[in-house]
């Protein structure tokens, strides 16, 4: 089945530093969703992208659709200590194939 | 709207036991799907369905059977736990294959 690689798998700031966290794939996808799970509780959408290049903000996060359709990045600008959590990726390929879930990158905030 | 509902939110069972984890949603999204979450291995997909009466295996099926009677709910059986199914398992729904799932609040089950 398809795969993503996501990375870092966790990371350490202070409150204030930006953030940036990608996946890649080896094949072609059509959607690129990024996701965040609290400690306990289930994954929520951040943000979706549908087409190549496309790049969407949500607040402090941004995210990109790769032009070769087979990477997504998210930024997080000025980091809070609320920001902490798993962010996942999740991607739907060619065809009427079922989302791929990255592993996640686990964000740790000081503040 | 409650959007997916998930119970129970804890489970303990022992080994050989069967249960059902109930999921349901109110959005009418024809898309629902179960996913099993482990430490470091992120969401991995076990069965889904595209609509009543239709479901299919996903990645790690083994051990669990699902049934979509009605576009709300859809439930997961474990048919003789093991405790190789310890974990947490989310239920999810989208509008159709792919888009923006929608995600319950999880069943963390641990089998003994």
């Known amino acids: 089945g398809q795969q993503l690689n996501q990375s870092p798998q966790s990371m350490f700031i202070q409150e204030g530093e930006d953030v940036s966290m990608n996946c890649t794939s080896s094949s072609i996808f059509n959607t690129w969703l990024w996701y965040k799970q609290d400690p306990g509780e289930g994954p929520v959408l951040l943000i979706a992208l549908y087409k190549a290049g496309e790049l969407t903000s949500n607040g402090r996060l941004t995210a990109q659709f790769g032009i070769t359709r087979k990477d997504s990045f998210l930024n997080i600008s000025a980091s809070i200590p609320s920001d902490v959590g798993i962010y996942f990726c999740a991607g739907q390929g060619e065809g009427y194939s079922t989302l791929t879930f990255g592993k996640g990158t686990m964000l740790l905030v000081s503040p | 709207n409650a959007g997916v509902t998930q119970t129970p939110k804890f489970q303990v069972l022992k080994t050989g036991q069967s249960m059902t984890l109930q999921c349901a949603q109110d959005?009418?999204?024809?898309?629902m799907s179960w996913y099993r979450q482990d430490p470091g291995m992120g969401l991995r997909l076990i069965h889904y369905?595209?609509?009543?009466?239709?479901?299919d295996q996903g990645e790690v099926p083994n051990g669990y059977n699902v049934s979509r009677s009605t576009t709300e709910d859809f439930p997961l059986r474990l048919l003789s736990a093991a405790p190789s199914q310890t974990s947490v398992y989310f239920c999810?729904?989208?509008?159709?294959?792919?888009?923006?799932?929608?995600f319950g609040q999880g069943t963390r089950l641990t089998v003994v």
């Open positions: 959005m009418n999204h024809e898309y």
């Open positions: 999810a729904s989208s509008e159709t294959y792919g888009t923006e799932a929608f």
């Open positions: 369905s595209v609509g009543a009466g239709i479901t």
